[in-house]
């Protein structure tokens, strides 16, 4: 069974750090393409990054330059790292793997909420 | 401002059919089948309904259904039921830094 596992939130003051995991089971991390997806309270979805099976990353735009997409293969697990953070980076973090070829994203964690306030 | 455009609400009676839009350009759902529909409950993690415009993941419920024509795709809920109550949101693949973008979600009440 497929099960994502987020942790690492908490309250961080603006301009702090903050690194997020993800364990996962029933799958390897290095065999997919992983994902990061936030939500901010109240409001919609938006994707933030992605690691490839090459190791290839990828960013939004609003995240670029700050966030960092890792990932462990002995600990299979998931890592972004959160640098400079902003208010408007307040927002449960998920992660999520992508299906197949397709730009799905179909196994999901529980999410960890993230902070930014002074 | 979300990147792609969803109905704020929707509302339908048990057994009838409802239809949420979801707008982009075509940098994204104009050019790809990359289209996605979520459905998500509060406090829970969004569930897949519909992936690549039109296809269904094994699980869901064959009233579910998408489509897609230009610019716009289309989620479509026949025979409502009450569980069916959720905030719904369309992605695509888009053609830009941000790879994926997703609509700003649609409240659908079930009367």
Known sequence: ?118 | QSALTQPASVSGSPGQSITISCTGTSSDIGTYDYVSWYQQYPGRAPKVMIYDVSNRPSGVSTRFSGSKSGNTASLTISGLQVEDEAAYYCSSYRSSNTLVVFGGGTRLTVL
């Open chain 1, 1 to 118: 069974e497929v099960q994502l596992v987020e942790s690492g939130g908490g309250l961080i003051q603006p301009g702090g750090s903050l690194t997020l995991s993800c364990v996962a089971s029933g799958f390897t991390v290095s065999g997919s393409y992983m994902n990061w997806v936030r939500q901010a309270p109240g409001k919609g979805l938006e994707w933030v990054s992605v690691i490839y099976r090459d190791d290839s990353t990828y960013y939004a735009d609003s995240v670029e330059g700050r966030f960092t997409i890792s990932r462990d293969s002995s600990k299979n697990t998931l890592y972004l790292q959160m640098n400079s953070l902003r208010a408007d980076d307040t927002a449960v973090y998920y992660c999520a793997t992508r299906k197949g070829n397709t730009w799905t994203f179909d196994y999901w964690g529980q999410g960890t909420l993230v902070t930014v306030s002074s």
